[in-house]
């Protein structure tokens, strides 16, 4: 297989860029359209999916997958004009939030990202497989009502998938896209026809095999592959343990431009050719 071309744009806080135009679903029969989750009932089952206010910096998604654990993106911590970790007491997860309300609200008193994830302004396609992010909230959730999500392994490829989201033309209510695809596969990181746009950077993508839907993977960029517009989101079997365990050692966020790098292809057998393009440029 030829590589595959990938124009790559962050899908980053909604505040921060301008408007890029309408959400697009790609053109297939099985897949649905964005739905908007407007009202108590058509987010019950969804409230561990919440929104990041992100201290002044806009906003990103995140998802539940503990009492006191939010998954997300890592490049939602980092603030776009100086490259600065944000710092995490400014952060704000509202589990639920949806019409000016919330399930509950609460502070971050720690945030972990990959160490081997190094933030750039300008998006670098080898980051985006360590582009996922734990948050530890100040006080559990423990209502009844918030219910964490499990955590499930990679989807294959052609797999049914779904994905709830906040972005930035609909962040007062959150949005379902109950069925979209994994279209590839390349490396820890999935190629799908989801559609995402700014803010939806950190959003939980599900499986629905077991019940209770399972998250397997996070938003992390918007991108087109051969004229179609896809996203890409990082895989959690390899470095979601990794987070875990630099949040039980208590190591947080590198300084600005610091941590190892370990810049290499997306895919051991097949190559990216990225044309980068800044955000809203």
């Known amino acids: 297989?030829?590589?595959?071309?990938?124009?790559?744009?962050?899908?980053?806080?909604?505040?921060?860029?301008?408007?890029?135009?309408?959400?697009?679903?790609?053109?297939?029969?099985?897949?649905?359209?964005?739905?908007?989750?407007?009202?108590?009932?058509?987010?019950?089952?969804?409230?561990?999916v919440g929104q990041l206010k992100l201290g002044g910096h806009g906003f990103c998604t995140g998802a539940l997958i503990?009492?006191?654990?939010?998954?997300?993106?890592?490049?939602?911590?980092?603030?776009?004009?100086?490259?600065?970790?944000?710092?995490?007491?400014?952060?704000?997860?509202?589990?639920?939030?949806?019409?000016?309300?919330?399930?509950?609200?609460?502070?971050?008193?720690?945030?972990?990202?990959?160490?081997?994830?190094?933030?750039?302004?300008?998006?670098?396609?080898a980051m985006v497989r360590f582009d996922v992010a734990i948050l530890q909230l100040s006080d559990p959730?423990?209502?009844?009502?918030?219910?964490?999500?499990?955590?499930?392994?990679?989807?294959?490829?052609?797999?049914?998938?779904g994905v709830v989201s906040y972005a930035h033309d609909r962040s007062d209510a959150p949005s379902l896209q109950r069925v979209c695809r994994v279209r590839d596969r390349m490396s820890e990181v999935l190629v799908m026809s989801c559609a995402v746009d700014f803010g939806a950077s950190g959003s939980p993508v599900f499986s629905f095999g077991y019940g209770r839907p399972r998250i397997v993977a996070?938003?992390?960029?918007?991108?087109?592959?051969?004229?179609?517009?896809?996203?890409?989101?990082?895989?959690?079997?390899?470095?979601?343990?990794?987070?875990?365990?630099?949040?039980?050692?208590?190591?947080?966020l590198p300084q600005a431009g610091q941590g190892a790098a370990r810049v290499s292809t997306l895919g051991e057998r097949r190559t990216i050719g990225a044309k980068f393009i800044r955000p809203g440029g």
């Open 141 to 161: 959730i423990r209502d009844g009502v918030v219910n964490p999500f499990a955590v499930d392994a990679q989807p294959v490829p052609g797999a049914e998938v």
């Open 218 to 252: 996070v938003v992390s960029a918007k991108a087109t592959m051969g004229g179609e517009k896809v996203s890409l989101a990082a895989d959690l079997d390899e470095v979601l343990p990794v987070l875990k365990a630099r949040l039980r050692a208590e190591i947080g």
């Open 66 to 125: 503990a009492e006191d654990l939010v998954l997300t993106a890592g490049h939602c911590l980092f603030d776009k004009a100086t490259g600065a970790p944000i710092d995490p007491g400014a952060i704000q997860f509202l589990a639920g939030w949806r019409n000016g309300k919330a399930e509950a609200y609460r502070a971050i008193k720690r945030a972990v990202s990959h160490p081997d994830y190094v933030y750039q302004a300008a998006p670098d396609p």
């Open 1 to 48: 297989m030829r590589p595959l071309q990938i124009a790559l744009r962050f899908v980053r806080c909604a505040l921060t860029f301008a408007v890029l135009g309408t959400v697009a679903t790609l053109a297939t029969a099985q897949e649905s359209s964005l739905r908007r989750l407007d009202s108590r009932d058509d987010t019950r089952g969804w409230e561990a």
